[in-house]
């Protein structure tokens, strides 16, 4: 066995050979964290297409009915019946209501008056108040239950009331001395409701007229027995009537330009208000009037006063009225706040603009090396023009050279003038990153209204927007000339 061959003991370790789908899907994978990476850290850039459109703004206001209203109180104490309706018109000497001291004719009213007898106009009236309240129900505003039923027992217990004091005075020889007649001292609208606000005036407005959570109105037709000097009706007494309702900024701004417009100027420097008057609708039965319109201020906070010279009968039961006011809604390129930036621009008096063929810009003096002084035409793009200035792009550039066309301290010269404007002054204007290219321009606007996440602009302006262009929705994210895509 010594002769024989020798083993070979020695271990040679095995390599693995090269995975390329390993390292080809490790890629992938690390690219992909990047990605996820970038995209979460990243600001994202969103377009917006451009539409028509209009703000359509809720000028939906609660105000409070201020009329000439005098209360009337018992004369004696007794048993009280009712005999005009409420809201019902009554002349001079007409009877209001009864007052029986003994009880005795409210005996007799029973006895005489049999079985009561509705007639269709009644049944109307009382399914209309029913329909009128279901269909405003809500589980949010429960109150309303407790005030409609009190509307209701009032609204049977005036039919109730005419319908028995007409058969007792056909029925009594004696009615009259079982109770006291009370007639009306004046024409007016009857009222059985006191709120504490017969008095209140637009001359003394008070915030707290408007907390309705506080608001206490009392039915005088709730109690039967009344003592001498409580109240038992009212009576509003003149057709002119008003209602004031707190303002916002927006809306004091437009009845101010309103007011503003109505205004003339005299010869010797005098300024006369003239009337204004605005279009409202009544939420209760859509009914569109036009009051004039005045503003009042209170610590600080405007109310609007509009005044009536009809329809005070309608809402003489009402001390708060909902109402719409009816304004033109202004139409335009609707875009969203956060789209809107803005960007300085130089101001140049308009007077210096020169027409080149069919090119304007402005005729600038420059100074060679040498000393000598020569004047060339530079085409500046106008991106913006009023009455007195024109606005131009302090980066805009020479594409030839580079170089900017404008810059800070340059000599503009007037044709056919001695006179010369220095270039130097700046004022920021707004508008919106223009996108359809692939990259941001920057185009201004003209807003004609805005509320807090849109504006309305104006079409068809230079420079401007229209209608299905591409804009950027949040101009934070982005720079001018920036490439998106």
Not at 416 to 435: E, F, M, P, R
Request: hydrophobic share 35%; with cysteine; net charge negative.
């Amino acid at each position: 066995m010594a002769g024989g061959r020798k083993k070979n003991t020695k271990i040679v370790r095995y390599r693995r050979p090269l995975n390329i789908g390993v390292v080809f899907f490790g890629f992938i994978a690390v690219y992909l964290i990047v990605c996820i990476y970038m995209y979460f850290t990243s600001d994202h850039i969103s377009g917006y297409e451009v539409i028509k459109g209009n703000l359509a703004t809720d000028y939906h206001y609660t105000g409070v009915a201020l009329r000439t209203e005098q209360v009337y109180t018992a004369e004696k104490a007794g048993y009280v019946s009712y005999y005009a309706a409420e809201g019902e018109k009554v002349s001079v000497l007409s009877t209001v209501y009864t007052v029986d001291e003994s009880g005795r004719m409210a005996e007799l009213l029973k006895e005489s008056a049999g079985e009561l007898n509705l007639d269709k106009d009644d049944y109307s009236q009382i399914r209309s108040d029913i329909s009128s309240y279901l269909s405003s129900y809500s589980d949010m505003d429960f109150g309303e239950t407790y005030s409609f039923k009190t509307n209701v027992d009032s609204a049977i217990l005036d039919l109730i009331n005419q319908n028995m004091i007409d058969q007792l005075d056909s029925a009594s020889e004696d009615a009259g001395a079982l109770f006291t007649r009370y007639n009306a001292p004046t024409a007016g609208v009857v009222e059985y409701y006191i709120d504490g606000l017969e008095t209140a005036s637009s001359d003394s407005i008070d915030p707290n007229w408007f907390d309705e959570d506080s608001y206490e109105r009392q039915d005088l037709r709730a109690e039967e027995l009344v003592s001498a000097g409580d109240p038992v009706y009212k009576l509003v007494t003149e057709e002119d009537w008003q209602v004031v309702f707190p303002l916002d900024q927006n809306m004091e701004s437009y009845i101010l330009d309103e007011m503003a417009d109505n205004q003339t100027t005299h010869e010797d420097g005098t300024v006369t208000q003239n009337t204004t008057y605005i279009e409202i609708r009544f939420d209760k039965d859509e009914e569109t009037v036009w009051p004039s319109v005045t503003v009042e201020y209170v610590d600080g906070q405007a109310y609007g006063v509009l005044s009536f010279v009809n329809s005070m009968v309608r809402y003489s039961g009402e001390r708060y009225l909902d109402f719409e006011i009816l304004r033109d809604e202004t139409m335009g390129l609707k875009i969203p706040q956060s789209a809107v930036t803005e960007k300085d621009f130089f101001v140049i008096d308009a007077s210096y603009i020169t027409q080149s063929e069919d090119k304007s810009g402005f005729m600038k003096k420059t100074v060679s090396e040498d000393g000598s002084e020569t004047v060339e035409f530079v085409n500046c793009t106008i991106y913006y023009r009023d009455d007195q200035y024109a606005y131009v792009d302090p980066e805009e550039e020479n594409f030839s050279t580079s170089e900017k066309l404008l810059k800070s301290g340059d000599l503009l010269v007037k044709a056919d003038s001695a006179d010369y404007y220095q270039v130097g002054q700046t004022q920021k204007l707004k508008g919106v990153y223009n996108i359809n290219k692939g990259y941001t321009i920057f185009r201004i606007i003209q807003i004609l209204y805005e509320n807090e996440e849109y504006c309305i602009v104006q079409e068809g302006t230079s420079y401007g927007l229209s209608v299905y262009d591409h804009i950027v929705l949040n101009a934070d994210t982005v720079t001018e000339d920036q490439v998106i895509y």
